[in-house]
């Protein structure tokens, strides 16, 4: 039977759910949805999980709040906005270091704005919470692709999770599909629409705006950043292939191996035209495999009505997986929000703790 | 790090893989797929999942094939019509629960003929089974349908696992990214096209062939059945949509609970006026709560473009969950044939021993 269920039935047996500490360091937007998400749900998990999760720290670049790890939740602020750097629980000199050694490890959340550069500051809140024996789930794509590897090696040799579905797409489950509904099945390619501010664009010049027009309002909705520059030119969908292709295809790739074309030269015309004829140019991610060797690349394509990943419109990203035995499996949708990457951080959680 | 990758490289640690015994009973189409590919990957699976998958006996309604639980792998056939009644390991009196009597535990794989009214053979097999001690993984709907929570009780008093994406629609994951990728956010609201024969039907007919034609055509290509009955009037639909719901949303729900219109009494005219219009017609299952009360119906109904299950044509199926963190995630295609929903059976085995 299935474990949510069997779960649920032996639960009464347990005295009290597992306490696990959080140490969350970043509150922009979706560290932000993440604080709130976490004790919106509170109960919600200690009910169908076990899993009684309690923030120990939240850090910022400037300090962090500690809230110790006793059961004084009712002293946590309960929501984000609530953590103002003259609270009772502010501490000016807080590190990550010193939020991760006071107590016994739990799971560190990271959020800090993404440098696909440096990786930092991300980078080394990770590598001192796995050194320290805490799990790690991370929102935050930089420290991934600066170092893939050492990080995943890291996480082995301390024998905790390095889990990182926030990075890969956020509520539309891409690793999931790949390591779990796929289990058994060679994955023989992949194709993606992982980028939801330039699917936005496409969708838009596709009804006949040019591209200029088409991001302006894409800003102007708040779905486009300010520089939009690492989604339209396919560097945000070609960090997510290449992460996607490292863990569910067990590749090394760094991101100079992946070729990428974003979409500003493309012409409204092309558009149109695709769309007159019943198809649709999309920005791709596509893993593909040729004589051993696994070749990555993010470009805009034209597919047609019969793709599977043809219906994908607006900010929603899709991906699909061709393999041996199970056919092309393709997942859609999942919320383009910090919500939605928040609620892909506390997936990635509970499945720390309740290996299905 | 995610367990898969993990696996691989603590897989040199282990002297040699977990040898999990093997019972198959029912070697119709899915029976004979699931047979082959439990021995062309059976290499596979060893080198990443670290289990040796051992057929131990494979029943038919007259009698079984026994081949013991020592490592005799050169002595079995290596396909499934190298299993001969006249061979040597044929023995008529073989019963299930003699076959599952004789040796260690491991997973019995339930593939005989479906029955929605009595539930056997096949409900005798897995009760049989799980009282022995055995996990069970089932392509086989009937027993699941007659007897839920029965079973679903045993398997919990008996502390083993009773799987059936097999019979869940197979390749296509649902089960899967309700219980694993959706897990933290709350299932709001179920929609699936979960029938690859009725789904080819309407596609047929959107292009303008008559019930008739379309579902002759479709029994031609071998893929509806001669007596196409459970597929058109929606009872597949119906018995998937249960399993899932019951799963999922953690109900008791019976086949006479939902509400079932199949389409039968569709006319082309319809079709062909949804198609006019950039619509499409779908034999949806649906799953809705109000009030409290969850609803469970199958009935055709008009979908537009945008709904994330237009594209979802020919024998393809498909499966939308509305969440209140993760928004609309959607699941696509997977191989609607024998050995589609072996793959299957094989995934649901893995999950047994790899829980990720």
């Not at 759910?17 to 998990?45: S, T």
């Not at 838009?204 to 894409?218: F, N, S, W």
């Not at 996607?244 to 012409?267: F, K, M, R, Y």
């Amino acid at each position: 039977m299935l474990p949510k269920k069997k779960l649920k039935s032996s639960f009464p047996l347990r005295l009290r759910a597992r306490r696990v500490p959080l140490v969350l360091a970043g509150i922009g937007n979706v560290g932000k949805a993440f604080y709130g998400l976490v004790l919106e749900k509170h109960e919600y998990l200690q009910k169908h999980y076990g899993l009684d999760l309690r923030f120990k720290a939240v850090l910022k670049s400037d300090g962090g709040y500690f809230f110790g790890s006793g059961p004084r939740k009712s002293k946590r602020p309960s929501t984000a906005a609530g953590l103002l750097s003259a609270g009772p629980h502010w501490n000016p000199g807080l590190t990550a270091e010193a939020a991760l050694k006071a107590g016994r490890p739990g799971v560190f959340v990271e959020c800090t704005p993404s440098n696909i550069r440096t990786g930092e500051p991300g980078r080394g809140h990770i590598r001192a919470a796995l050194r320290a024996g805490w799990h790690v789930v991370t929102a935050n794509k930089g420290p991934l692709v600066v170092d893939f590897k050492g990080l995943r090696d890291l996480a082995r040799r301390n024998h905790v999770f390095l889990k990182y579905s926030a990075a890969t797409a956020a509520a539309l489950p891409t690793l999931d599909v790949a390591m779990y509904s796929l289990a058994g099945a060679e994955i023989q390619a992949i194709e993606g629409i992982l980028n939801g501010t330039s699917n936005y664009i496409l969708t838009r010049m596709g009804e006949g705006e040019d591209y200029a027009e088409a991001l302006r309002e894409a800003q102007d909705k708040g779905i486009a950043e300010h520089n939009p520059e690492l989604d339209v030119k396919g560097w945000d969908t070609a960090v997510k292939l290449l992460l996607i292709a490292n863990s569910v295809l067990g590749l090394d790739l760094t991101l100079q191996e992946v070729t990428v074309e974003g979409i500003t030269q493309l012409t409204p015309d092309l558009l149109e035209r695709a769309n007159r004829d019943g198809k649709a140019v999309k920005l791709i991610g596509r893993m593909t495999r040729s004589a051993g060797r696994w070749k990555a690349e993010v470009s805009p394509e034209i597919i047609d009505r019969a793709h599977p990943l043809f219906g994908v419109n607006g900010t929603n990203k899709g991906i699909t997986f061709l393999t041996d035995t199970m056919g092309s499996v393709t997942a859609t949708g999942g919320k383009s929000d910090p919500r939605g990457a928040a609620a892909a951080l506390l997936k990635d959680i509970i499945h720390i703790f309740i290996h299905h």
